[in-house]
């Protein structure tokens, strides 16, 4: 996999940028994905929110037989023990990575930078985000799941023990069942980690409540 830095689009603020959400997308999708929420969200003009949606890397996809689309990794089994192919996961995870560094790098402080994802993106943000070694403003991960949660104790760096981690999840989810997402709920909180669960009556998809919460959340760790 090409070590230069993943294509992205970009959502940028009037003024020049004071933090950065580096988002996500799912399995299949691409940044264009959920860059039009963006302005649904509504956040205050004075935080100067930046917006980068990386594309995923395009790969052959085992439980699609082998079609290649963009993901951030392998699924080879639906088994929840063997969803995430853990190369793919550690491969994305330094890509993103470069992001984070490009936008510090740029002057935004690691503690003005969120870091979120939608699905297979989420499972993403968790994994990089528990052993990244700068305080960043906070994980954010929707209708997702943890790659190895056993392993988690001793990869975690404690940096981002304090931040908190917004998880949501939909109730009637079918390719991501809620109970996924319960079990890295409780492994980020048995390992210290200050964590918040919101569930909507929703399947596999963002809702409009969601984005009101994902809205307040981001504005009480960006302001």
Not at 72 to 95: N, P
Not at 97 to 120: H, R, T, V, Y
């Amino acid at each position: 996999m090409s070590e230069s830095l993943l294509p992205y689009v970009e959502v940028n603020p009037n003024t020049p940028a004071k933090a950065t959400v580096i988002w996500l997308h799912g399995l299949g999708d691409s940044g264009n994905g959920f860059a039009p929420i963006v302005p649904e969200l509504k956040l205050p003009e004075a935080l100067a929110v930046r917006f980068i949606f990386p594309h995923a890397p395009v790969r052959p996809v085992t439980i699609n037989n082998g079609m290649e689309m963009r993901a951030w990794y392998d699924i080879k089994s639906m088994d929840f023990a063997d969803r995430a192919d853990s190369q793919g996961v550690e491969e994305s995870s330094e890509l993103v990575k470069q992001l984070i560094e490009q936008e510090i790098a740029n002057g935004i402080p690691a503690d003005k930078i969120i870091l979120a994802g939608f699905s297979q993106g989420g499972v993403i943000a968790l994994h990089l985000g528990t052993r990244y070694n700068q305080t960043l403003a906070g994980v954010m991960s929707l209708s997702s799941y943890m790659c190895a949660p056993e392993k988690l104790s001793s990869a975690a760096h404690t940096a981002n023990q304090q931040p908190p981690i917004f998880i949501a999840h939909g109730q009637q989810d079918d390719v991501v069942p809620m109970a996924m997402g319960k079990v890295a709920l409780d492994t980020l909180i048995s390992n210290g980690y200050a964590t918040e669960w919101h569930e909507y009556p929703m399947q596999h998809n963002v809702c409009q409540p969601e984005l009101q919460d994902i809205s307040t959340w981001l504005q009480s760790r960006l302001d």
